[in-house]
């Protein structure tokens, strides 16, 4: 239904073709060249899930100190609210300068920008595991590894799934605009900017609508990954 009312309203209402391209344009780009998106769309699938888990891995580590000291917390949450309200543009020249372009700069962008969402997840997770588990565990002598990883990890998960669905979508756009940027060629960014260079709308609209398939498949995947993780949490459980 959304197809068909994009197809009509661009065609009734005769939308400028450099507003707007009707779905039918867009669809006949992707069918001459199916192959190259294909490949851009696993670079760019590439940039967004090694960010992703880099991210990940280190706000496991951060967030179990931060959430182990409300000092730190506080003394932290300023920094993380900064990485996240400054735009990219305004500092990835400088991460590109310094990396020297490439793959490793859209890690380092995608991994950045995710960072403080794991993060806040990881400590409200950690924290959310509840009061007498923890003073169970303490009556049977447990260790702090074992507790972690037993208690406050599980209890975590739930907010850092939900922090994932959010992270998916920043980390794609931030792989999108990093490829664009980054001294390479590779990507559905680097298509686009191409695109945009040579005021190619119908090549610069199949990217963005393959970017937006490639996040409906990776948020599809976090889905089922969350099911499987969480079977055995109430928020899985059908009525």
């Given at each position: 239904?959304f197809?068909?009312?994009?197809e ?7 939308v ?14 992707l ?19 090694v ?12 967030g ?10 506080e ?9 996240l ?21 859209a ?23 509840d009061?007498?588990?923890?003073e ?10 074992e507790v972690l ?13 939900a922090?994932a ?10 792989a999108y605009?990093a ?48 099911r499987?993780?969480?079977s ?8």
């Open positions: 239904v197809v068909v009312a994009w009509a309203l661009v065609r009734l209402l005769d400028p073709p450099f507003i707007l391209r009707a779905p039918s344009q867009i669809a006949r780009a069918a001459d060249s199916p192959d190259v998106y294909l490949d851009a769309a696993l670079v760019t699938a590439r940039h967004t899930l960010g992703l888990t880099i991210s990940l891995l280190a706000a496991v580590v951060v179990g100190v931060l959430a182990a000291s409300r000092l730190l917390e003394a932290a949450q300023p920094v993380l609210v900064l990485i309200v400054t735009p990219w543009v305004a500092y990835f020249t400088s991460i590109v300068i310094w990396l020297d372009g490439g793959d490793a700069s890690y380092f962008l995608v991994a950045f920008v995710t960072f403080p969402g794991f993060t806040f997840a990881m400590v409200a997770g950690f924290r959310s595991a009061a007498n588990a923890r169970l565990f303490t009556s049977v002598d447990a260790g702090r590894w990883w037993r208690l406050r990890m599980p209890s975590a998960l739930p907010t850092l799934f922090a669905r959010f992270n998916v979508g920043l980390g794609l756009a931030a605009f490829e664009g940027g980054n001294l390479t060629n590779d990507g559905l960014g680097a298509i686009g900017v191409r695109a945009i260079n040579f005021n190619d709308g119908d090549v610069l609209w199949a990217a963005i609508v393959t970017t937006a398939l490639l996040g409906v498949a990776l948020l599809m995947m976090l889905t089922v990954a969350e499987l993780v969480l055995w949490h109430v928020s899985q459980r059908s009525a």
